[in-house]
């Protein structure tokens, strides 16, 4: 009996994460979860920022093709049509919505200013450059002139599909499971993004694209939880810099595929295509076993425990546990189904709830409020692209070091505060010294996609596993609607050359200021239940007592069978 109080006082120190360690918390089995969500995650930057390129507006002007057929122009040379037909722009170039009301031949004699002119809107459609794409929503559509913001309404559009989608995939996998719900993003996202290039109508193809944002989106945020659930605590920020480099490489390769497709509809194809290889390797991804012990289902989680302990080669420390042991590592409450209510009911969790929301939103709209708002590189936009998708290395590179040599909050408050800090500056640097602007915005483009990926593996150990997806869904609902305003904000330029400017760079000091109120999860266990983060759960000995005499749980020690 002596070695039996020994077994029963180590299972009242048990925690997940010693279970983690002890069958190897980033070994082989780790790495294949990795590498498998890899080629899902690559996927959903290439979404987020095609319509940078299926939706971008080429050269036009008025398609004169029908007073050519009548024969009005005789032997003129095609930019001889063009002068006497549409007006010029003060750069030289065709005016791109407007035409003469008719033939003005006199302006091929005399240097007759064309302003005056009296002119129409484009009678019969528009004429496209072709000479940088075959194809795009514009060109397919028409938007362009009136109809100009409905192709800027296709991010919108899609965006608000993706922040209802992380509210909706947050809820359901924390119940139901995170294996089957990614199952449904990955089918789902890819049936919806091939079904758009289909598109017969506009309406239809926004709908799809609509579509395609819920959908998708319940990838990023299900692989996220679940390859933090799966690793211990010195492998946490490891994790989150592999999970979030797959963005920069998407984000990099997006302007390969763009260069080498130039039509909207095969280069939609081509970014959604690993979904179908995702598909495939799902089949191998398990099912986190925090959740399943969560919601009492210690015969599952022990199997996928056995799997993992197996392929990391500690087959003899699983072998010591049964399954009724495992359910010491929760309380009663695992078998409660749990919504986004939960996040509000208690005062901790609605104060953490109300924190990491205001980050969140915080970050996104700065962040896609840069990006949107760098120029003057003076490359072309394949080359563009390349380079915003590279700078998130060395920023990531440095968030890793950072993590832990400072811890989570600090990163997070130094790298919004830092963000802030250079609009603030951009806004008293002349607009004709771009390259200063430039240098400028880069630097406060790299600090917020820092804060952006501390923030995510930062709120993941925030939360605790029964609500930790419907955590991370409400998170990242704030965040899609902080992308879908960044838009908005840069449009209020045209009141004041600075006004956008000065909001993102409030948002990024007041996202500094909130940062700092959260506690430090550096070296921490992840929290199992709401009880944990209120500091109310209660004395677990009871149960341990139950389990005194039975060989249930590792120890360090051998047990003595009388």
């Known amino acids: 009996m002596k070695t039996l109080r020994k077994v029963s006082a180590s299972t009242k120190t048990m925690k997940f994460e010693d279970l983690i360690t002890e069958i190897n918390g980033f ?9 498998i969500s890899f080629v899902g995650r690559f996927t959903i930057p290439c979404h987020f920022l ?12 008025c398609d004169i093709s029908s007073l050519d057929a009548e024969g009005i122009f005789g032997n003129l040379t095609q930019e001889e049509k063009l002068t006497v037909s549409i007006p010029a722009q003060d750069d030289g170039t065709p005016a791109s919505c407007h035409m003469f009301s008719y033939p003005q031949f006199h302006l091929l004699t005399n240097s007759f200013s064309s302003s005056e002119l009296p002119v129409v809107p484009c009678q019969n459609g528009w004429e496209y450059d072709n000479s940088t794409f075959i194809s795009t929503l514009v060109t397919q559509w028409d ?16 965006f608000i599909g993706v922040m209802f989608g992380a509210a909706f995939f947050g809820g359901m996998s924390d119940r139901f499971g995170r294996k089957p719900m990614l199952l449904v993003s990955y089918i789902s996202g890819m049936a919806f993004a091939l079904a758009s290039t289909f598109s017969s109508s506009f309406i239809m193809f926004a709908v799809l694209r609509f579509f395609s944002g819920f959908t998708i989106t319940g990838i990023v945020i299900i692989s996220s939880v679940l390859n933090l659930e799966w690793v211990d605590i010195q492998h946490r920020r490891l994790v989150c810099i592999i999970d979030s480099m797959a963005w920069a490489v998407g984000s990099t390769s997006l302007s390969l595929f763009a260069f080498c497709i130039r039509d909207w509809r095969w280069l939609t194809v081509a970014v959604t295509s690993p979904l179908l290889l995702s598909t495939v390797l799902w089949w191998w991804v398990p099912e986190s076993a925090r959740w399943l012990i969560a919601n009492g289902k210690q015969e599952k989680a022990h199997y996928y425990l056995h799997k993992c302990a197996v392929m990391n080669r500690k087959e003899e420390v699983i072998s010591r546990i049964k399954p009724e ?4 590592i929760v309380t009663d409450e695992r078998k409660k189904n749990y919504s986004y209510l939960d996040l509000f009911r208690t005062p901790k969790m609605r104060r953490l709830a109300i924190l990491t929301g205001t980050i969140w939103f915080c970050v996104a709209i700065m962040t896609y409020g840069i990006s949107l708002n760098i120029t003057g590189f003076g490359l072309n936009m394949y080359l563009t692209q390349f380079v915003y998708g590279a700078i998130e290395v060395p920023s990531k590179l440095m968030v890793y070091y950072l993590l832990e040599k400072i811890g989570r909050h600090k990163t997070e408050a130094g790298a919004q505060l830092l963000a802030g800090i250079s609009l603030m500056i951009n806004i008293f640097i002349p607009k004709d010294q771009w390259v200063g602007r430039t240098v400028v915005a880069v630097l406060g483009k790299g600090f917020a996609v820092a804060a952006f990926c ?20 409400y998170n990242s609902f704030l965040g899609r609607l902080g992308v879908c305003l960044a838009p908005l904000v840069l449009l209020l ?16 000091l007041i996202a500094s200021v909130v940062a700092w109120q959260l506690p430090e999860t550096r070296d921490q266990c992840l929290p199992e239940t709401i009880e944990d983060v209120e500091g109310t759960r209660k004395n677990l000995s009871k149960d341990h007592d139950k389990l005194e005499d039975k060989d249930k749980i590792i120890t360090n020690e051998p047990t003595e069978v009388h």
């Open 454 to 473: 501390t923030i995510v593996l930062y709120s993941s150990e925030l939360y605790p596993t029964v609500l930790r997806q419907n955590g991370m869904g």
């Open 325 to 328: 042991a495992l359910s010491i």
């Open 27 to 35: 070994g082989r089995f780790q790495k294949m979860m990795l590498c």
């Open 143 to 158: 938007l362009v002139c009136d109809n100009k913001g409905m192709s800027k309404a296709v991010t919108t559009i899609f």
């Open 50 to 61: 095609l319509s940078n390129f299926i939706a971008a507006i080429p050269s036009h002007h």
């Open 493 to 508: 330029d045209s009141f004041w050359g600075h006004f956008s400017q000065t909001i993102l760079c409030s948002v990024g």
